[in-house]
């Protein structure tokens, strides 16, 4: 039964029984996810299209034989409920829990999408911008990577495995260890690491697997065809390739992947490389070692300019393929991993393993390349929002270099969580080893003073939520003026408000954060290379105030960042075996994996890659088949997507629909965060695009809120006047039970909500349905 009906839906042929649809209202769900028995209100619903990741549902009364049940819905002139149910995307089965993983990724993923709205004269600029961000994400993967060595490579195989009392405590190390195994074959040095090089080529691996995977799930989704000839819309969404970015994926995980794999070839082969070179070293080998860097450092620039060149075009489905170059170059990577394999495990009598594999160099020039690209990114978005002023954007048009900048603090945070566990573990007393980079414990000791900033940071804004909780409390007595006034109630009303005003304060936020971060991440790097100690010995001799905030700093630091770590091992673990932590979780996914993986690779896939090819062809073929008037209710992170399917729809198409948007954070947040793609002008060109637009938002809303659009040429503005919340301050005749502050959740309950929607409709007139076309004989 539901196959057939699913099959019926497929077609166009949406009318049950020969019922005629008037009017149709798609539900879209926001944050979190819920069911389609919530959503339509209704014990019984039924699947009508879709599969178990996104899918249609209906309740089953509008699904029946009307012979067997009259549809309240039909007799009573009201729109069909249809829900579209997508939160499987983004928190389907246990291998979301893998996506921890990728949480650096996806924030420098987003920080390419928070670029300033430009004129069409910046076009070189923007590239640059979206160039920066692309090296920023670089430098995550080889970082990631890079950490997988340090702890493998250095704290294993080269500093535990060639130290007898370290070896001794660890016995599945004894036929590494040179004193273990008596001189055995793998004790050599070159052969230690080019067997512990299999743990980061197996993460490099699983990085490429997951991308790939999700590739062919989600960015492989065909959009909407649209003929040349109609027009675009007013915004970079209503590209016609813009939700198809297979090919750009697929070119940056190429490079991503070669990346990686080059970071594991420069680990095992520049240690021998750096050996032989010694005097009295073998000729021979010495001359391959010069060969293997620049192998290495050719391979290194091809990645950086695949990385650089954006290549492709929204404005077609791109659906061609990138040169061989770009196909070959991870195999190619691979073999020079092979060849520098083969070259590490060559015999050299008296090499020893003593010390740290490497000094502070490769993590210390990293650290410094990430920090000089955030600064030119920064210059860069200066100067696109100086080009267009926008008031509203956040930091003033910074937002996305200050998100890519806590990208990589949140990546350097769990490389030396990391490496200091895995250090404790090896070497709990920290004598028989050296331990990890000096760089990485100095990182880690900047994280108790960066949380006391945090929590001064978060009283000011308390004291402040305070006061403007006690400025509210005359304008919620103002907003109920023929009740009972109750202190009680108006406090707790006026508490909401203030705090629902606190999201506005994230900028701020975030501001301070990354200016302090960038101060601190400054100094650590300053300190580790002037010094070579960690801060506590670094102190030792100075004032007595410094040398114990030092040493308390280096102290809690380990503790918070091996914390740190447990919890995040705790969380992933968690999320992989129980479905309800795996869509807490899915939160973040929801708002962090909106936007197209542009920047990096290796981040949780879009999902509105899947999501809004889906609403676009529900909305053309069902307009299509019955010429009915169609509104799409989107909520929360659901109205986003309505949105972003609207500006998809051809403009025939547009002119059958109508947008409702409830708890939107469509400019709170978006328009804010996101000024190029959903600021002024573009949310202005979605209501030129679509006029039938309403927008409901409470003051008690934390998420959603006005979306700032006026109306013009007799339409309506956008906004509607703020939704009362509770609907009675206390007692009534109407309300008899004291109502709930309900703030960002029970849109549908008000009134208002209906009459919106009704509003709506009439505004739409019904067409005849296209003729379909004759049946071949």
């Given at each position: 039964m539901e196959r057939a009906q699913e099959r019926a839906f497929a077609d166009g042929a949406t009318r049950p029984a020969g019922r005629p649809e008037e009017a149709l209202e798609l539900l879209v769900h926001g944050v979190g996810g819920t069911t389609p028995e919530e959503m339509?209100?209704?014990?019984?619903?039924?699947?009508?299209?879709?599969?178990?990741?996104?899918?249609?549902?209906?309740?089953?009364?509008?699904?029946?034989?009307?012979?067997?049940?009259?549809?309240?819905?039909?007799?009573?002139?009201?729109?069909?409920?249809?829900?579209?149910?997508?939160?499987?995307?983004?928190?389907g089965n246990g291998t979301r829990a893998l996506w921890l993983l990728l949480l650096p990724f996806m924030v420098v993923n987003l920080a390419h999408w928070m670029r300033p709205s430009v004129r069409d004269r910046r076009t070189r600029t923007v590239r640059l911008y979206g160039a920066l961000v692309r090296l920023v994400g670089l430098t995550l993967t080889v970082l990631l990577v890079a950490a997988a060595c340090e702890v493998a490579l250095d704290l294993a195989a080269w500093q535990c495995a060639g130290t007898r009392a370290c070896a001794e405590n660890h016995s599945w190390l004894g036929f590494l260890s040179p004193a273990g195994s008596g001189g055995g074959w793998w004790s050599a040095p070159g052969r230690r690491l080019a067997l512990a090089s299999l743990v980061p080529l197996a993460l490099t691996g699983l990085l490429w697997y997951l991308s790939r995977r999700t590739w062919n799930a989600y960015e492989s989704q065909p959009p909407l065809a649209r003929t040349a000839e109609e027009e675009t819309g007013g915004s970079a969404l209503a590209q016609p390739g813009f939700w198809y970015g297979r090919r750009l994926v697929a070119r940056l995980r190429a490079a991503h992947t070669a990346a990686g794999l080059l970071t594991v070839a420069a680990g095992v082969g520049l240690a021998a490389a750096r050996h032989d070179r010694e005097p009295g070293g073998p000729a021979a080998l010495a001359a391959l070692g010069r060969l293997l860097e620049a192998a290495l450092l050719t391979g290194a620039v091809l990645v950086v300019w695949v990385v650089c060149r954006r290549g492709g075009t929204d404005r077609r489905v791109d659906r061609d393929r990138d040169g061989r170059l770009v196909r070959w170059l991870p195999p190619g990577s691979l073999a020079l991993l092979l060849l520098t394999f083969l070259y590490a495990g060559w015999e050299r009598p008296g090499w020893r393993s003593h010390g740290p594999l490497h000094d502070d160099a490769p993590f210390g020039g990293l650290v410094l390349l990430q920090g000089l690209l955030v600064v030119v990114l920064a210059v860069v978005a200066r100067l696109l929002h100086r080009d267009l002023p926008d008031a509203r954007a956040a930091m003033r048009g910074l937002g996305g270099p200050a998100v890519a900048l806590l990208a990589c603090a949140l990546g350097g945070v769990m490389a030396g969580g990391v490496a200091q566990r895995v250090a404790d573990w090896l070497d709990g007393t920290g004598t028989s080893i050296d331990g990890p980079p000096v760089l990485l414990t100095w990182q880690a000791s900047v994280i108790p003073p960066l949380l006391l900033v945090l929590f001064a940071l978060c009283g000011w804004l308390a004291r402040r939520t305070l006061r403007r909780s006690r400025a509210q409390r005359a304008e919620v007595d103002g907003d109920y003026p023929d009740e009972t006034r109750d202190p009680e109630r108006t406090h707790a009303i006026a508490r909401s408000r203030a705090m629902a005003a606190l999201t506005d304060s994230g900028p701020l936020l975030i501001a301070v954060i990354t200016a302090v971060t960038l101060l601190l991440g400054t100094g650590a790097l300053v300190g580790a290379f002037a010094t070579g100690e960690a801060p506590g010995p670094a102190a030792r001799g100075t004032h007595p105030f410094v040398e114990g905030a030092a040493e308390t700093a280096q102290v809690l630091g380990s503790w918070?960042?091996?914390?740190?770590?447990?919890l995040f091992?705790?969380?992933?673990?968690?999320?992989?075996?129980?479905?309800?932590?795996?869509?807490?979780i899915g939160i973040l996914w929801d708002v962090g994996?909106?936007?197209?993986?542009?920047?990096?690779?290796?981040?949780?896939?879009?999902y509105a890659e899947r999501a809004v090819p889906d609403l676009t062809w529900r909305i053309d073929t069902w307009t299509r088949s019955t010429g009915g008037r169609l509104v799409i209710s989107g909520h929360s992170q659901g109205s986003v997507l309505a949105a972003a399917a609207a500006w998809q729809l051809p403009p025939r198409v547009r002119g059958r629909v109508a947008l409702l948007t409830y708890g939107s954070p469509l400019e709170r947040l978006y328009g804010r965060w996101f000024p190029a793609h959903f600021g002024p002008d573009a949310l202005a060109a979605l209501h030129r695009d679509v006029d039938c637009w309403r927008n409901l938002y409470r003051l008690t809303d934390p998420i959603g809120g006005p979306v700032r659009v006026s109306g013009g040429d007799g339409t309506p503005a956008v906004d509607s006047p703020p939704l009362k919340d509770p609907l009675a301050h206390g007692r009534t005749d109407r309300h008899?039970?004291?109502?709930?502050?309900?703030?960002?959740?029970?849109?549908?309950?008000?009134?208002?909500?209906?009459?919106?929607?009704?509003?709506?409709?009439?505004?739409?007139?019904?067409?005849?349905?296209?003729?379909r076309p004759e049946s071949a004989p």
């Open positions: 339509l209100d209704d014990p019984r619903t039924v699947r009508v299209a879709g599969d178990d990741t996104a899918a249609l549902f209906r309740r089953a009364a509008d699904t029946a034989d009307p012979g067997a049940a009259a549809d309240p819905t039909a007799t009573e002139g009201r729109p069909v409920p249809e829900a579209y149910v997508w939160c499987n995307l983004t928190s918070l960042i091996g914390l740190g770590f447990i091992v705790t969380w992933g673990r968690r999320a992989y075996q129980d479905a309800s932590a795996r869509r807490t994996t909106f936007w197209p993986r542009a920047a990096h690779p290796f981040a949780p896939p879009c008899p039970l004291p109502m709930p502050v309900l703030g960002h959740s029970g849109y549908q309950a008000d009134p208002a909500f209906a009459e919106e929607r009704e509003m709506l409709l009439a505004r739409l007139r019904p067409e005849l349905p296209a003729p």
